[in-house]
């Protein structure tokens, strides 16, 4: 499986943002899907999951509310909707993917596939 990720950029304190990331090669209507992060000088975090069979998401707490995940063209193309964007959002926001249900959304090691990368920067 191979994951593009898009729609990154530069905007202000309270703006919005989207995401998208789609996977090709295998199909992932079977398993489960997620954006992870890595601020400047910190360590890579999650951020949202999806398990589009089902209709589960997960969030973190720092973005529960504010982002918004969703899953289309069979479960490979994910989605995030990222509102009220803050200066603490500025990071690289990597997708990942597994082919089957993972155990813990917030595990990157449960995760085989990730994409390249597209950074946010959000000025206050």
């Known amino acids: 499986v191979q994951l593009q990720a898009s729609g990154g950029g530069s905007v202000q304190a309270g703006a919005s943002l989207r995401l998208s990331c789609t996977g090709s090669g295998n199909t992932l209507e079977y398993g489960d899907m997620a954006w992870f992060r890595r601020g400047p000088g910190k360590e890579r975090e999650f951020v949202a999951a999806?398990?589009?069979?089902?209709?589960?998401?997960s969030y973190s707490d720092s973005v529960k509310d504010r982002f918004y995940i969703s899953g289309e063209n069979g479960g490979n193309t994910v989605n995030l909707q990222m509102n009220r964007l803050e200066p603490d959002d500025s990071a690289v926001y990597y997708c990942?993917?597994?082919?089957?249900?993972?155990?813990?959304?917030?595990?990157?090691?449960?995760?085989?596939?990730w994409g390249q990368g597209t950074l946010v920067t959000v000025s206050s």
């Open positions: 990942a993917a597994s082919e089957r249900f993972v155990s813990d959304y917030r595990a990157e090691l449960e995760y085989a596939y």
């Open positions: 999806i398990r589009w069979y089902q209709g589960d998401v």
